[in-house]
């Protein structure tokens, strides 16, 4: 593994860490005296960033410092220590291991199951022989208690001392057993919905197609040329101030961005849907905690200079969020937001054909529905979101499919992924507008997202007063309402005419003060 | 050395030449540094000011105009954050858990109320002929710098993207500067005006206080900004445009407001003159700041390279030579906030409040926001 230390996509040269083998500093051996953690063959920290060993490199680095590392920077002995910690049921693992290493193969992850269930079992032996030591030393404490011989006080004293230096040792590797334990365990992507097709991309099947594709009767443009002869966009003016992949929208182009975007909200505000805007900015851990990578190599997210904040790539994350560390009454369930933000995305590794125009930009607007629900209602609101998506997609008058996403296509968080593909006769094929996710408690197990049932359950766990039923983690789920370049790229190319104007959909008219044509404008 | 030479005269001549070309080497050199230390210092240099601004400290701003008067309300008033949550309208604590401190959600009507001042001041800008925009927010540090602002200095209100040499933008002013670049226009082109909607981040560093409370004072906020290019003998008179725009579109919304020309010591370094509006804010007892519209004359285009080309060449031509190209001129620019939404969330919610804990939404707005005419507070 070459030492070099991508960092935003720039290589930091001047780090001079010679001493990182691929291989982990842990060793562990059977216990119980003394703890030692054992080296593992994970040579791939591509995939989950979190484990990597530069990552504790990485924060000691801050932005301003980044051209003088420390010259050695010995990470032996030293887990990297989880900023947060996510509430993964490990017995639930245990006892299902099987389906999640079927699981975990179908996704193609490289998360490391036996390496967990090795840890998970060595973590709670190591912890019942410190519950067996403290139970001595309370022993030993409640013999001191009483009138004793000054040599058998001494032997007591001398023992009391051996079981707490012990016990600080032990202690310290169940700290050191826990976060390993979580840092690989988080890596453990969501399992998966019983229908969803086994395999790589060209085996997601078709839920639903809508529409057929327009026949043009004249030579079709794509929205690049269309927004160049209706003086909509300028991309060169933006590659000078900001770079490539960058855009400003002009003229009839801002009004139909924000007619997405308001009759959307109203679209979706009539189903019930709470509106909001949200920060752009957010924390690191919770960009973490919905189950992105912000500092992987190739990651998609773009980080703020000095600071532990990054942009969001979607308002999913921001939204997840909202509800972190609380417990909501099942009353309150479920909550329906529908949020409006600009989103930031790095676009790292996706180079090509399918990045021209505003098919794939780094900044853009977006409404989405996020979801928090009682468990056993979450396959239903995975059904009631794509639904809405579709009545969106269909009023707008566009052609799509609706893709059940397959296995090796999901992302770790999803449990079930709905893809809608829009027919884009300028690019002459079929593009994703939309993504809808059930997420199930994999986000909630990580943003601690929980509620309590208001009747308690038949047999109560604990005796005692009041009769208060145990919190459970709420279900989460995430699905675009609208991504407004790629409905732009729809909108333009499908409507097109031959004379070169761009007839607005019905529904977008009132939002645009009754606008019905772009006609292309005398110079 | 092109003659026929005898040999030691050929090598005197080398001699020579070889000294001459070492001490032209490290002249040249000194002169790059120094035309480099130059430009440096030179660009510290303020822009000039307008002879009718008071000279001063902030104190000494003066009032242009004022418009309506302080509501007689006849009941205690609430500020904007206990307003907005008692309607649910914004969430300030989960945010800072999210984001930190000076972020927000917005909620509800509040949405609506945001999309609704945008929609509307696009619209009423752009029916005075403004070119409508929106804008990428990451731009590179260089154009930052070249429209006056500072990305790295100590204190600085720019957020800079790690890894990369770009910047959020604090204003729209920025990216629109730099659509026209180190570019000539045609006379005829100008004037060029733009009204253009993005967010906008600062890091408001340095800025601590009861004045910034709730939205006064955030992180990330949207607005509508007005920028234009045109001929320098026409900035005054946009400068003039422009302020009107912003005060008909405030008077518009039934707010009270004062307009003030800024004080030579309460200039940005690119404003020649610059005309604040600051608006009552009865929660917080006091007027705050709305908007700006300054005109920055040639100091923004001299570094951003925007030149135009008149179209009558000059009576006496610099140069011979065929066809009678005048020589190229830089452009003044001019920009001014049309609407910034969380203060005027701040104005809308505290001065139309009810006794009854509602608030009435302006008339302008209210096709905006589907006919609403008040945000009522929830049962809950």
Same mark, same amino acid.
């Given at each position: 593994?070459?030492?070099?230390?991508?960092?935003?996509?720039?290589?930091?040269?001047?780090?001079?860490?010679?001493?990182?083998?691929?291989?982990?500093?842990?060793?562990?051996?059977?216990?119980?005296?003394?703890?030692?953690?054992?080296?593992?063959?994970?040579?791939?920290?591509?995939?989950?960033?979190?484990?990597?060993?530069?990552?504790?490199?990485?924060?000691?680095?801050?932005?301003?410092?980044?051209?003088?590392?420390?010259?050695?920077?010995?990470?032996?002995?030293?887990?990297?220590?989880?900023?947060?910690?996510?509430?993964?049921?490990?017995?639930?693992?245990?006892?299902?291991?099987?389906?999640?290493?079927?699981?975990?193969?179908?996704?193609?992850?490289?998360?490391?199951?036996?390496?967990?269930?090795?840890?998970?079992?060595?973590?709670?032996?190591?912890?019942?022989?410190?519950?067996?030591?403290? #139970?001595?030393?309370?022993?030993?404490?409640?013999?001191?208690?009483?009138?004793?011989?000054?040599?058998?006080?001494?032997?007591?004293?001398?023992? #009391?001392?051996?079981?707490?230096?012990?016990?600080?040792?032990?202690?310290?590797?169940?700290?050191?057993?826990?976060?390993?334990?979580?840092?690989?365990?988080?890596?453990?992507?969501?399992?998966?919905?019983?229908?969803?097709?086994?395999?790589?991309?060209?085996?997601?099947?078709?839920?639903?197609?809508?529409?057929?594709?327009?026949?043009?009767?004249?030579?079709?443009?794509?929205?690049?040329?269309?927004?160049?002869?209706?003086?909509?966009?300028?991309?060169?003016?933006?590659?000078?101030?900001?770079?490539?992949?960058?855009?400003?929208?002009?003229?009839?182009?801002?009004?139909?961005?924000?007619?997405?975007?308001?009759?959307?909200?109203?679209?979706?505000?009539?189903?019930?849907?709470?509106?909001?805007?949200?920060?752009?900015?957010?924390?690191?851990?919770?960009?973490?905690?919905?189950?992105?990578?912000?500092?992987?190599?190739?990651?998609?997210?773009?980080?703020?200079? #000095?600071?532990?904040?990054?942009?969001?790539?979607?308002?999913?994350?921001?939204?997840?969020?909202?509800?972190?560390?609380?417990?909501?009454?099942?009353?309150?369930?479920?909550?329906?937001?529908?949020?409006?933000?600009?989103?930031?995305?790095?676009?790292?590794?996706?180079?090509?054909?399918?990045?021209?125009?505003?098919?794939?930009?780094?900044?853009?607007?977006?409404?989405?529905?996020?979801?928090?629900?009682?468990?056993?209602?979450?396959?239903?609101?995975?059904?009631?979101?794509?639904?809405?998506?579709?009545?969106?997609?269909?009023?707008?008058?566009?052609?799509?499919?609706?893709?059940?996403?397959?296995?090796?296509?999901?992302?770790?968080?999803?449990?079930?992924?709905?893809?809608?593909?829009?027919?884009?006769?300028?690019?002459?094929?079929?593009?994703?507008?939309?993504?809808?996710?059930?997420?199930?408690?994999?986000?909630?197990?990580?943003?601690?997202?929980?509620?309590?049932?208001?009747?308690?359950?038949?047999?109560?766990?604990?005796?005692?007063?009041?009769?208060?039923?145990?919190?459970?983690?709420?279900?989460?789920?995430?699905?675009?309402?609208?991504?407004?370049?790629?409905?732009?790229?729809?909108?333009?190319?499908?409507?097109?005419?031959?004379?070169?104007?761009?007839?607005?959909?019905?529904?977008?008219?009132?939002?645009?003060? #009754?606008?019905?044509?772009?006609?292309?404008?005398?110079? | 050395?092109?003659?026929?030479?005898?040999?030691?005269?050929?090598?005197?001549?080398?001699?020579?030449?070889?000294?001459?070309?070492?001490?032209?080497?490290?002249?040249?050199?000194?002169?790059?540094?120094?035309?480099?230390?130059?430009?440096?210092?030179?660009?510290?240099?303020?822009?000039?000011?307008?002879?009718?601004?008071?000279?001063?400290?902030?104190?000494?701003?003066?009032?242009?105009?004022?418009?309506?008067?302080?509501?007689?309300?006849?009941?205690?008033?609430?500020?904007?954050?206990?307003?907005?949550?008692?309607?649910?309208?914004?969430?300030?604590?989960?945010?800072?858990?999210?984001?930190?401190?000076?972020?927000?959600?917005?909620?509800?009507?509040?949405?609506?109320?945001?999309?609704?001042?945008?929609?509307?001041?696009?619209?009423?800008?752009?029916?005075?002929?403004?070119?409508?925009?929106?804008?990428?927010?990451?731009?590179?540090?260089?154009?930052?710098?070249?429209?006056?602002?500072?990305?790295?200095?100590?204190?600085?209100?720019?957020?800079?993207?790690?890894?990369?040499?770009?910047?959020?933008?604090?204003?729209?002013?920025?990216?629109?500067?730099?659509?026209?670049?180190?570019?000539?226009?045609?006379?005829?082109?100008?004037?060029?005006?733009?009204?253009?909607?993005?967010?906008?981040?600062?890091?408001?560093?340095?800025?601590?206080?009861?004045?910034?409370?709730?939205?006064?004072?955030?992180?990330?906020?949207?607005?509508?900004?007005?920028?234009?290019?045109?001929?320098?003998?026409?900035?005054?008179?946009?400068?003039?445009?422009?302020?009107?725009?912003?005060?008909?579109?405030?008077?518009?919304?039934?707010?009270?407001?004062?307009?003030?020309?800024?004080?030579?010591?309460?200039?940005?370094?690119?404003?020649?003159?610059?005309?604040?509006?600051?608006?009552?804010?009865?929660?917080?007892?006091?007027?705050?700041?709305?908007?700006?519209?300054?005109?920055?004359?040639?100091?923004?285009?001299?570094?951003?390279?925007?030149?135009?080309?008149?179209?009558?060449?000059?009576?006496?031509?610099?140069?011979?030579?065929?066809?009678?190209?005048?020589?190229?001129?830089?452009?003044?620019?001019?920009?001014?906030?049309?609407?910034?939404?969380?203060?005027?969330?701040?104005?809308?919610?505290?001065?139309?409040?009810?006794?009854?804990?509602?608030?009435?939404?302006?008339?302008?707005?209210?096709?905006?926001?589907?006919?609403?005419?008040?945000?009522?507070?929830?049962?809950?």
């Amino acid at each position: 593994m070459g030492l070099q230390c991508y960092f935003g996509g720039t290589t930091i040269q001047t780090l001079k860490l010679a001493a990182i083998p691929a291989s982990s500093r842990f060793i562990l051996n059977p216990i119980p005296k003394t703890l030692v953690l054992n080296s593992f063959s994970r040579h791939n920290y591509v995939y989950c960033p979190l484990r990597n060993p530069f990552k504790l490199l990485i924060r000691a680095l801050s932005a301003t410092a980044v051209q003088t590392a420390p010259a050695t920077e010995s990470l032996d002995n030293k887990v990297v220590k989880p900023q947060w910690k996510a509430a993964i049921d490990f017995k639930w693992i245990r006892d299902n291991k099987d389906a999640v290493a079927l699981n975990i193969k179908n996704r193609n992850s490289n998360a490391n199951l036996e390496l967990v269930l090795e840890l998970y079992e060595k973590m709670l032996a190591v912890q019942k022989e410190v519950e067996r030591l403290r #139970g001595e030393r309370n022993a030993v404490a409640n013999k001191m208690k009483g009138k004793l011989e000054i040599s058998e006080r001494q032997k007591l004293i001398e023992e #009391g001392k051996n079981l707490k230096e012990g016990l600080a040792t032990l202690e310290e590797d169940l700290v050191k057993l826990t976060d390993e334990l979580q840092l690989e365990a988080q890596c453990i992507p969501n399992m998966t919905h019983p229908n969803v097709p086994i395999g790589g991309e060209d085996s997601s099947t078709v839920r639903k197609m809508a529409g057929t594709p327009r026949d043009f009767g004249f030579p079709v443009k794509d929205h690049l040329q269309l927004g160049k002869e209706l003086d909509l966009f300028d991309f060169d003016a933006a590659a000078e101030v900001s770079g490539s992949k960058f855009y400003y929208l002009k003229n009839e182009a801002v009004l139909l961005e924000m007619a997405l975007v308001n009759w959307t909200l109203s679209e979706v505000m009539k189903k019930g849907f709470t509106p909001l805007t949200t920060p752009e900015l957010v924390r690191s851990s919770v960009v973490e905690k919905c189950g992105f990578q912000p500092r992987g190599d190739n990651t998609q997210v773009y980080s703020i200079e #000095g600071s532990d904040q990054c942009l969001i790539g979607t308002a999913e994350i921001p939204v997840g969020g909202i509800h972190m560390d609380a417990i909501l009454a099942e009353t309150q369930l479920p909550l329906k937001y529908v949020a409006f933000s600009h989103c930031f995305r790095t676009e790292a590794g996706a180079a090509g054909a399918a990045t021209r125009g505003l098919y794939r930009v780094h900044q853009f607007s977006k409404v989405e529905m996020f979801v928090l629900c009682r468990p056993e209602e979450s396959e239903s609101y995975h059904e009631e979101l794509i639904k809405i998506e579709e009545d969106l997609f269909s009023a707008l008058g566009l052609h799509y499919k609706t893709f059940d996403m397959a296995s090796g296509d999901l992302g770790a968080p999803a449990y079930r992924k709905f893809d809608v593909e829009a027919w884009m006769p300028g690019l002459g094929r079929y593009g994703e507008i939309s993504s809808a996710s059930n997420c199930l408690d994999y986000q909630s197990r990580r943003l601690g997202i929980r509620y309590r049932p208001s009747e308690p359950t038949p047999a109560p766990l604990k005796k005692g007063k009041g009769s208060l039923a145990p919190t459970q983690f709420v279900h989460t789920l995430n699905a675009t309402a609208c991504a407004v370049p790629r409905m732009i790229v729809c909108l333009l190319e499908n409507y097109q005419q031959e004379d070169g104007s761009v007839i607005i959909p019905g529904p977008l008219r009132a939002f645009m003060g #009754g606008l019905e044509l772009i006609t292309p404008k005398s110079t | 050395m092109k003659g026929k030479l005898e040999i030691s005269e050929r090598q005197k001549l080398i001699e020579e030449g070889k000294n001459l070309k070492e001490g032209l080497a490290t002249l040249e050199e000194d002169l790059v540094k120094l035309t480099d230390e130059l430009q440096l210092e030179a660009q510290c240099i303020p822009n000039m000011t307008h002879p009718n601004v008071p000279i001063g400290g902030e104190d000494s701003s003066t009032v242009r105009k004022m418009a309506g008067t302080p509501r007689d309300f006849g009941f205690p008033v609430k500020d904007h954050l206990q307003l907005g949550k008692e309607l649910d309208l914004f969430d300030f604590d989960a945010a800072a858990e999210v984001s930190g401190s000076k972020f927000y959600y917005l909620k509800n009507e509040a949405v609506l109320l945001e999309m609704a001042l945008v929609n509307w001041t696009l619209s009423e800008v752009m029916k005075k002929g403004f070119t409508p925009l929106t804008t990428p927010e990451l731009v590179r540090s260089s154009v930052v710098e070249k429209c006056g602002f500072q990305p790295r200095g100590d204190n600085t209100q720019v957020y800079s993207i790690e890894g990369s040499d770009q910047c959020l933008i604090g204003t729209a002013e920025i990216p629109v500067g730099g659509i026209h670049m180190d570019a000539i226009l045609a006379e005829t082109q100008l004037p060029l005006k733009y009204v253009a909607f993005s967010h906008c981040f600062r890091t408001e560093a340095g800025a601590a206080g009861a004045a910034t409370r709730g939205l006064y004072r955030v992180h990330q906020f949207s607005k509508v900004e007005m920028f234009v290019l045109c001929r320098p003998e026409e900035s005054e008179s946009y400068h003039e445009e422009l302020i009107k725009i912003e005060e008909d579109l405030f008077s518009a919304l039934g707010l009270h407001y004062k307009t003030f020309d800024m004080a030579s010591g309460d200039l940005g370094a690119p404003a020649y003159r610059k005309f604040d509006v600051e608006a009552w804010m009865p929660g917080l007892g006091r007027y705050g700041e709305i908007s700006s519209a300054s005109n920055c004359l040639d100091y923004q285009s001299r570094r951003l390279g925007i030149r135009y080309r008149p179209s009558e060449p000059t009576p006496a031509p610099l140069k011979k030579g065929k066809g009678s190209l005048a020589p190229t001129q830089f452009v003044h620019t001019l920009n001014a906030t049309a609407c910034a939404v969380p203060r005027m969330i701040v104005c809308l919610l505290e001065n139309y409040q009810q006794e009854d804990g509602s608030v009435i939404i302006p008339g302008p707005l209210r096709a905006f926001m589907g006919g609403l005419e008040l945000i009522t507070p929830k049962s809950t």
